[in-house]
């Protein structure tokens, strides 16, 4: 029987007739089809829609490659656009920032208010000795002075790279030393599960380690006793109240190409690798992949519960945002803190429409129940995100049916730190699968292929790569070029395509798949099994909340997996249930991704973002060190 045009193959849930009318999109194949035929002329549409100093000569110039270069000759700073542009307009006072401290604490910023602060402190910055080309470290919790020193570095023409504020002394000290950064912005501490962090301290003695910082500038957060260094450590609000602080601050007028950022992410070997962005691509590309994936209306309350430490607050609870005149949430604390209402009451209290997190989070509310979020008023919820890893079916389910009350559809979006943005990823027209990141953005030709670069059948898994260069692409890893173009470029070479570092599947409708990173991989008996989905099938199971699945070497088999898995509230393991836990994922997935062993704990080790470590399982399962644990969060 042939099969209906437009009828999807699998669990499907379609949008709304609200959603499709109100959508600003109203046809992604057709859009989708004119993007990659005239790619350079779709970003030339989208970048028209930003103010720049001076046009672009070229969109597109690939004369170097891999390192490509975007809008050449155009002067633009990204702070002109999330700032400056709309303090001549009605935004000028509408919330830029909604922020909520862990106490309870909370303060706004309109526009107007921002760009006083922010010019402020650039002109402190510049009074430091801050100047274009430098990068400045910025190590904070997730408070509003964290937005206002990445606006007021960006403003003044320096990089800044922000490294996150869970990170301890070895991490720190590894980036400040290879940004080589002269002006280190923090503060004495933040509030994390009503304790007080103690950031000061930990940055002493990184600086300690890593001599190159002049100025040390500490906002005062927590009150908490902190050494300060005489001639070396300013208190935030001394240096704001000073006259070196004057509220007028000329935006630096930047080549599209000059760096905006440094971001360090872990690699899974070696020292940490610091992707570069520029100002004008990631302008172009974060605030075009955010308008058009959440659909984003002016009177839209936004929240990207991320931190700003990472890519993902980077290009959505800062800059995506702000460009687009959104008012975007910003809070400090723990999602299940005092109470595991803490998310849903706020989204209630601000009567936020879009709510943009991790499965990882997802998850963690989950194991609560759905008691805590049917207190709130959630009605205001028109969209929902999720990023970081794949979701598995169980949580989309729960955050759709729970959350979004059966109205709101998610935006599964696959990204990275090298991608600056969105680039796979429904829209809210897009018909949805659980678990499918669904198709590649406007101007993006991704594929999974095989080690030689074809393209593998539907339903056979391959490696993620994407076909062309887009705007908001890392341009290199800071002072290590080779670098850049060995992990990204080397395998596909002669195609002239990046490798993700993904697996993935597309199904028969072209729905991609991400399965997780290919270290992720097991081979078992020679068969490629993905974590993600030994750990999915073990998350289906009602006893099971959360799982984390590692490959060990076996000689007979290659690899043997080994599953640790937290159980729900109530439940405790026994050797019952380990064995039923073997059999169910025998069932879900087949007996090849039967695991050997299910160990049970109270917590999985995972990284800040929300990652498992599984490095970390794999050591502890074979009685090894576990190596660098600078990214564990506990
Ligand atoms: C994973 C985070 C499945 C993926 C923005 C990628 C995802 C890595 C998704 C990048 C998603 C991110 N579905 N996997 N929607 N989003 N990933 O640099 O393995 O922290 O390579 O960027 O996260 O992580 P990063």
Avoid at 214 to 223: E, F, H, N, P, Q
Avoid at 414 to 420: H, I, N, V
Wanted: aromatic share 12%; glycine share 8%; proline share 6%.
């Amino acid at each position: 029987m042939a099969k209906q045009k437009d009828k999807l193959e699998g669990d499907v849930y379609y949008p709304s007739q609200e959603i499709l009318e109100s959508s600003r999109v109203k046809d992604y194949d057709c859009l989708y089809k004119q993007s990659i035929e005239n790619r350079e002329g779709f970003w030339e549409i989208e970048a028209g829609k930003l103010s720049w100093y001076k046009k672009w000569g070229k969109v597109l110039d690939d004369s170097k490659k891999p390192f490509y270069k975007w809008f050449t000759g155009g002067k633009i700073n990204i702070v002109a656009n999330a700032i400056d542009r709309h303090l001549v307009s009605d935004t000028r006072n509408k919330l830029a920032l909604i922020w909520e401290g862990e106490p309870g604490d909370f303060r706004t910023y309109s526009f107007f208010a921002l760009n006083r602060e922010v010019s402020k402190f650039g002109n402190v910055l510049k009074a430091l000795g801050a100047k274009k080309g430098d990068v400045i470290t910025i190590y904070m919790p997730q408070i509003p002075e964290l937005i206002i020193a990445m606006l007021a570095c960006a403003k003044i023409g320096t990089a800044h790279s922000v490294v996150y504020g869970g990170f301890s002394v070895e991490a720190l000290a590894e980036r400040i030393s290879d940004a080589q950064s002269n002006i280190l912005i923090t503060a004495d501490g933040g509030f994390r599960r009503g304790k007080p962090t103690n950031l000061k301290n930990i940055a002493n003695d990184a600086m300690r380690r890593s001599p190159t910082i002049i100025s040390c500038v500490v906002v005062k957060r927590t009150g908490e006793e902190c050494f300060m260094e005489g001639d070396r450590d300013f208190w935030y609000h001394d240096l704001m109240s000073m006259p070196i602080a004057s509220a007028k601050c000329e935006t630096e007028v930047m080549d599209a190409e000059d760096p905006l950022f440094i971001l360090y992410t872990s690699g899974t070997t070696g020292k940490p690798k610091g992707l570069v962005h520029t100002h004008g691509g990631y302008t172009v590309y974060t605030s075009t992949t955010f308008r058009y994936v959440f659909d984003y209306q002016p009177e839209d309350r936004w929240w990207c519960a991320a931190d700003p430490g990472w890519i993902t607050g980077h290009s959505y609870i800062v800059y995506a945002p702000m460009i687009n005149g959104a008012t975007t949430i910003l809070y400090e604390g723990a999602p299940n803190y005092p109470y595991p209402n803490r998310w849903w009451q706020m989204i209630e209290k601000y009567g936020i429409n879009i709510l943009y997190t991790s499965p990882t989070a997802i998850r963690g509310l989950m194991r609560f129940g759905p008691s805590w979020a049917e207190r709130h008023d959630l009605s205001s919820l028109r969209l929902l995100g999720s990023v970081g890893e794949p979701i598995n079916p169980e949580a989309w389910k729960w955050y759709h049916e729970v959350i979004g009350k059966g109205k709101c559809p998610i935006m599964d979006t696959w990204w990275q730190t090298e991608t600056g943005g969105f680039m796979i990823t429904p829209l809210p027209i897009t018909p949805l699968k659980p678990g499918s990141a669904t198709k590649p953005f406007f101007g993006i030709e991704a594929d999974v292929v095989d080690e030689k670069g074809n393209s593998v059948k539907p339903g056979e898994e391959g490696t993620l790569v994407i076909k062309n260069p887009w705007p908001g692409m890392a341009r290199t890893i800071f002072r290590d070029p080779d670098q850049y173009i060995e992990k990204y470029w080397k395998q596909f070479e002669k195609q002239g395509w990046y490798l993700a570092g993904d697996s993935a599947k597309v199904d028969k409708d072209g729905y991609f798949w991400i399965i997780g990173r290919n270290d992720d991989v097991l081979k078992v008996s020679g068969y490629r099994l993905g974590s993600a989905e030994i750990e999915s099938a073990l998350i289906s199971h009602p006893a099971v909340t959360e799982a984390a699945a590692i490959g060990l070497p076996d000689k007979l088999k290659g690899n043997i997996i080994h599953a640790t898995v937290i159980l729900a509230e109530g439940i405790s393991g026994s050797v019952e249930l380990e064995d039923q836990l073997k059999s169910h994922v025998q069932k879900e997935i087949g007996p090849i991704a039967k695991p050997k062993f299910v160990v049970f704990a109270e917590s999985l080790p995972k990284t800040r973002s929300g990652k498992i470590m599984r490095r970390v399982l794999k050591a502890k399962a074979l009685g090894q060190e576990a190596g660098d644990l600078t990214t564990l969060e506990d």
